[in-house]
């Protein structure tokens, strides 16, 4: 079976300062990891995606993860953090083998920006 | 590209009735479409994985009576939640998977706020 950790359900952090938002996952096969972004009301949308490739992966609006085998972890970070991008932050996961395509969410991290 | 719209945004129902989601993908078709349930301040919990002209598939503990999901083609899904109870009133969110793409791209609908009164 498949899991993720997500480390903090909420993280405070000033304009301009670093943003990381931790994921740590449990899986049998080789994953997919996926983080998404949701605003309030909304759904979700894909910031980014890790299938096997490079293991250092750049998503839309400045943000990356990097997939360490090792540490089984997935975290996801931004040099510097604007006001818009205070929102629910998921991240989720995939089994990359047989027909299993269903995504297994953690359960969230709130990033706040405080001006 | 890969819209899913999902309609209504929002729906208030009295107890007992029943009422009906839609979620379409606007600009690809569909092989598979995923139903999620979402409560408040909480993840996404997966309630069934629908694929175009066969019954869905429901998780561990979702009711098939009460959570009637149809996927008559390969563009659209519905969710009809059947004598709702305010228990049911929940943030509901659509995804689906391109028949073109590969099997781990999901595109997620604006979701559905369910009140039942």
């Known amino acids: 079976a498949q899991s993720v950790t997500q480390l903090g359900s909420h993280v405070s952090v000033s304009e301009g300062a670093l943003v990381l938002l931790r994921c740590n996952y449990s899986s049998s096969v080789p994953p997919y990891l996926f983080w998404y972004v949701q605003y309030p009301n909304q759904g979700l949308q894909l910031l980014l995606k890790y299938t096997s490739a490079a293991t250092l992966v750049k998503g839309i609006n400045g943000f990356e993860a990097e997939f360490k085998k090792s540490e089984t972890s997935f975290h996801l970070t931004k040099p510097s953090a604007h006001m818009s991008d205070a929102a629910e932050y998921f991240c989720?996961?995939?089994?990359?083998?047989?027909?299993?395509?269903?995504?297994?969410f953690g359960k969230g991290t709130l990033l706040t920006v405080n001006p | 590209g890969a819209v899913v719209s999902q309609h209504p945004s929002w729906v208030i129902c009295k107890s007992g009735t029943s009422v009906k989601i839609e979620c379409r993908s606007l600009?690809?078709?569909?092989?598979?479409m995923f139903w999620y349930r979402q409560f408040p301040k909480q993840s996404l919990m997966l309630m069934a994985t629908s694929n175009e002209g066969s019954k869905a598939t429901y998780e561990q503990g979702v009711e098939k009576d009460k959570f009637l999901i149809n996927h008559a083609s390969l563009t659209l899904s519905t969710l009809t939640v059947t004598s709702a109870h305010p228990e049911d009133s929940s943030f509901y969110i659509c995804?689906?998977?391109?028949?073109?793409?590969?099997?781990?791209?999901?595109?997620f609908g604006p979701g559905t706020r369910l009140t039942v009164t």
């Open positions: 600009d690809f078709q569909a092989t598979t």
């Open positions: 995804s689906a998977s391109p028949v073109a793409g590969v099997v781990y791209e999901q595109y």
């Open positions: 989720a996961v995939k089994n990359s083998g047989g027909s299993n395509y269903k995504l297994t």
